[in-house]
Nanobody, 116 residues
Framework: QVQLVESGGGLVQAGGSLRLSCVAS????????MAWYRQAPGKQRELVAS???????DYLDSVKGRFTISRDSAKTTVYLHMNNLKPEDTAVYYC??????????WGRGTQVTVSS
């Protein structure tokens, strides 16, 4: 069964930290570059960070130095460690395969709200 379940969001003050988790079904996890996306109200979804099966990472410029993506093969889980959060990071965060057009079914996402 193809499944993505995100968790870990919440309300934090600017400068705070959160760790998001995404449990993926094994079929998705073992063969895909995984990514975290976010969508703020009224804006398009954007790719925030990605990690290959080999562990290579890439980041949106605005989060470089603040966010870290990682993956745990034993738990088929992708993490997003977010530090020094800013109000502009407020969004619903989703995980999926890294792509510009072809995705697995989206999960419910997890809300991140950063207050100023």
């Amino acid at each position: 069964q193809v499944q993505l379940v995100e968790s870990g969001g919440g309300l934090v003050q600017a400068g705070g930290s959160l760790r998001l988790s995404c449990v993926a079904s094994k079929m998705i996890f073992i063969s895909n570059t995984m990514a975290w996306y976010r969508q703020a109200p009224g804006k398009q979804r954007e790719l925030v960070a990605s990690i290959t099966t080999g562990g290579s990472t890439d980041y949106l410029d605005s989060v470089k130095g603040r966010f870290t993506i990682s993956r745990d093969s034993a738990k088929t889980t992708v993490y997003l460690h977010m530090n020094n959060l800013k109000p502009e990071d407020t969004a619903v965060y989703y995980c999926n395969r890294a792509s510009s057009s072809v995705y697995f079914n989206w999960g419910r996402g997890t809300q991140v709200t950063v207050s100023s």
